[in-house]
């Protein structure tokens, strides 16, 4: 058997639980950021009327639902 003393297992237990909630900190802040920037993509600005709509479609010029204009997306 392996044997430490108590102290640096203290250590190494601690580093593996930082390490741990780190990897999970930075998981969640990415999945976050995916769902923000798909958010973005469906938000559309018309310039014509000034109206904020949503379109899930992927086409690049999307018709206002509004004024019946074609506008791009934002992002
Ligand atoms: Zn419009």
Redesign the pocket.
């Known amino acids: 058997m392996i044997s430490i003393s108590f102290p640096l297992f203290v250590a190494i237990y601690l580093a593996l639980f930082l390490a741990g909630v780190l990897i999970l900190w930075l998981g969640y802040e990415w999945i976050r950021r995916r769902q923000e920037n798909r958010a973005a993509r469906t938000r559309v600005f018309?310039r014509?009327?000034a109206?904020r709509y949503t379109d899930t479609s992927s086409a690049d010029l999307i018709d206002?639902p509004?004024?019946?204009?074609r506008?791009e997306r934002l992002s």
């Open positions: 018309c014509i009327c109206s206002c509004v004024c019946g204009s506008n």
